[in-house]
């Protein structure tokens, strides 16, 4: 089972990119997904969040300019991101806590490896 992220960059401030996250091996439409971004030096924190029932979360940081979206068919989660600012820089991980897999096991706390978001002023 792995995650697997693209659709980072840079971009100019204003402008908008979409990052995608792949799960292979799960039971993709049983189980919640996670955005969170790091900068150096700095916790992890989280920035969205969508369940299996498609209840959403958002840090407040990015309210109203991200929007978390998931396509159970093709095992995907989607941020998009509109209104970058600089301080949106970070590496974007995507997560899940519990994940049930197509071999009936579960697997916890599972991350993909990230992909860099730069915004310039």
């Known amino acids: 089972v792995q995650l697997v992220e693209s659709g980072g960059g840079l971009v100019q401030a204003g402008g908008s990119l979409r990052l995608s996250c792949v799960a292979s091996?799960?039971?993709?439409?049983?189980?919640?997904m996670d955005w969170y971004r790091q900068v150096p030096g700095k916790q992890r924190e989280l920035v969205a969040r969508?369940?299996?029932?498609?209840?959403?979360l958002y840090a407040d940081s990015v309210k109203g300019r991200f929007t978390i979206s998931r396509d159970n068919t093709k095992n995907t989660v989607y941020l998009q991101m509109n209104d970058l600012k600089p301080e949106d820089t970070a590496v974007y991980y995507c997560?899940?806590?519990?994940?049930?897999?197509?071999?009936?096991?579960?697997?916890?706390?599972?991350w993909g490896q990230g992909t860099q978001v730069t915004v310039a002023s």
């Open positions: 091996g799960s039971i993709f439409s049983r189980h919640g």
């Open positions: 997560h899940s806590d519990t994940v049930p897999t197509l071999a009936g096991a579960y697997l916890y706390n599972l």
């Open positions: 969508i369940s299996s029932g498609l209840s959403t």
